[in-house]
């Protein structure tokens, strides 16, 4: 993880700015391949990338062949959304709860204790992502 980061979220200061600079009206993640991966095994799971990033098991990301520590989790992409006051779309009912629930709720109280008591703005959710792919009819 970088260090010097804009509000110590986790993305880089120029890499912010070059992406504010955009004005991108949403933001959606993970998205592609990066979402499913060739099996169960290597598709992203959002509730390994939530909390301290250090305890984060990371994953294969099988179908471009590359391990990422999932530093950019759900948490940092909510921020990132928040921060660029873009919609963040999102694909998951606990992952709903994450963002939008009660800071007194399983996954609510996650986001509470990671330091952002009030709930995101998520007011979209996407469902399914290129099920219909090579990779996805193989994986069924």
């Not at 062949?65 to 999102?90: M, S």
Request: hydrophobic share 40%; aromatic share 16%.
């Amino acid at each position: 993880m970088p260090m010097d980061t804009y509000k110590g979220h986790g993305f880089r200061n120029d890499l912010f700015k070059m992406v504010a600079d955009l004005k991108p009206g949403f933001i959606r993640f993970p998205g592609g391949s990066f979402a499913e991966g060739k099996s169960l095994l290597n598709a992203y799971w959002w509730k390994d990338t939530v909390g301290p990033w250090e305890e984060r098991p990371g994953h294969m990301n099988d179908v471009w062949a590359y391990w990422t520590d999932d530093g950019l989790g759900y948490f940092e992409f909510l921020q990132l959304a928040e921060d660029l006051n873009a919609t963040p779309i999102w694909d998951a009912l606990d992952g709903i709860e994450f963002a939008r629930g009660d800071p007194n709720s399983t996954w609510g109280s996650l986001r509470a204790d990671m330091g952002h008591q009030e709930p995101f703005n998520l007011k979209h959710v996407a469902i399914g992502n290129q099920d219909f792919g090579r990779l996805s009819i193989c994986s069924l």
